[in-house]
């Protein structure tokens, strides 16, 4: 795997080869084959293995700066070389079945669980509504990073992270929720 993501990082995906790897590590293709059934994966386990580590989410005891300090981390990542590796499984995965259940998988589903966790612990202390759709708030708060990755219509700071976990937090907390037994107010 390391000589997977070394590769990954000098010559990027598309030029990337098994045999390169093999080369690399000094082992046949057969070695790599027998754990990895495709590029693709091998690619993203390689990815994974040296990302994961700077992408945990703390446990400061509050959801917001708990899913803040990860967001932070994650722009750092993106903002690295590393978002070019984001963005091009991403772009393939458009045309390669295989490549984005790769990555849903192995990136995208142990993210979005490790999230779920963060925001059931908020509910459970009383930070959160307990009516919170986990898909929608999850992709509320990182599809807007992933928007600004792919389409680089603005720069993606910290401090867009900021406003955002701002914008979408507010919407979530129990003290700014409507009862059900109140009547919204009308826009003027």
Not at 42 to 61: K, V, Y
Not at 68 to 89: D, E, F
Not at 100 to 110: D, G, Q, T
Not at 134 to 153: G, T
Request: with cysteine; glycine share 6%.
């Amino acid at each position: 795997m390391h000589a997977a993501y070394e590769l990954l990082m000098e010559v990027g995906y598309a030029q990337l080869t098994i045999e390169g790897v093999a080369a690399r590590a000094g082992v046949g293709k057969p070695t790599i084959y027998r754990r990895w059934s495709t590029k693709a994966r091998l690619i993203i386990d390689a990815f994974l293995a040296a990302t994961n580590p700077e992408l945990s989410f703390p446990d400061t005891g509050s959801v917001k700066e708990d899913i803040l300090q990860q967001m932070h981390k994650l722009v750092k990542v993106i903002n690295s070389p590393r978002g070019q590796v984001i963005a091009t499984l991403i772009g393939g995965g458009q045309t390669d079945p295989e490549m984005i259940e790769a990555f849903r998988a192995n990136w995208l589903s142990p993210r979005r669980f490790d999230c779920s966790q963060v925001i059931k612990k908020g509910i459970e202390r009383g930070e959160l509504r307990s009516d919170v759709d986990m898909e929608a708030v999850i992709d509320a708060l990182y599809s807007p990073l992933f928007y600004r990755l792919l389409l680089k219509h603005a720069p993606l700071t910290e401090d867009f992270v900021d406003q955002l976990i701002d914008v979408v937090m507010s919407g979530l907390n129990d003290r700014l929720a409507i009862s059900n037994n109140e009547e919204p107010t009308k826009r003027k």
